[in-house]
């Protein structure tokens, strides 16, 4: 069974520029659900997207934007980036429909905004 | 909405010591618990998950949680600790509908040799 894996690991960017983000689902996976973690707190949900259509919105701005694709795999955008935005962005794959499944998560791509 | 506290920020124990984490959570309506680990540099692996049935559940590693309804807890628990558990746990807790998943703010693990 294959993973969560994102990429890049790591990224560094400037403050205002726009950063896109990449999610491969674990195989089976139906359901996509991106997290930022901050440094020393929990990961906060961001959104979730199912069937390639959004399907939940944390309290992020519309600066954070998604898509996921036929294949499951999603992206995750953000424009405008800020100083704050600096945080590891966390990709989970899940199976809506099947109990309440579990969250696989990925090893996260880390954001540093300058 | 759902909220969760972790209310160690750090635990130190020895090894081979049994060691509780403490998590609470805050729900108005039936919840599904989850216990995470993250190890340095690396993403969140699910523990355990309790979803019904039995309070008392195991998960990988040893470890195992007791989900309590009337005192909304639910407690990680570990009989003896070993250098390689050193990390940081979540708690998190889920609605049936399942869409966002509520986490604390981490309790960090040092397992002292």
């Known amino acids: ?114 | 909405a759902q909220s969760v506290t972790q209310l160690d920020s750090q635990v130190p124990v020895f090894e081979e010591a049994p060691v509780e984490l403490r998590c609470n959570y805050s729900s108005s309506v039936s919840v599904y618990l989850f216990w995470y680990v993250q190890y340095p540099n690396q993403g969140l692996q699910l523990l355990l998950k309790y979803l019904s049935g039995s309070t008392l559940v195991k998960g990988i590693n040893g470890f195992e949680a007791e989900f309590n309804k009337s005192q909304t807890s639910f407690h990680l628990r570990k009989p003896s600790v070993h250098i390689s558990d050193t990390a940081e746990y979540f708690c998190a807790v889920s609605d049936s509908g399942g869409n966002q998943f509520y986490f604390g703010t981490g309790t960090s693990l040092t397992v002292i040799p």
């Open chain 1, 1 to 114: 069974e294959t993973g969560v894996t994102q990429s890049p690991t790591h990224l560094i960017k400037t403050r205002g520029q726009q950063v896109t983000l990449r999610c491969s689902s674990q195989s089976g996976h139906n359901t996509v659900s991106w997290y930022q973690q901050a440094l020393g707190q929990g990961p906060q949900f961001i959104f979730q997207y199912y069937r390639e259509e959004e399907n939940g919105r944390g309290n992020f701005p519309p600066r954070f934007s998604g898509l996921q694709f036929p294949n499951y795999s999603s992206e995750l955008n953000v424009n405008a980036l800020e100083l704050d935005d600096s945080a590891l962005y966390l990709c989970a794959s899940s199976l809506v429909g099947v109990g309440n499944s579990p969250l696989h998560f990925g090893n996260g791509t880390r954001l540093t905004v300058t």
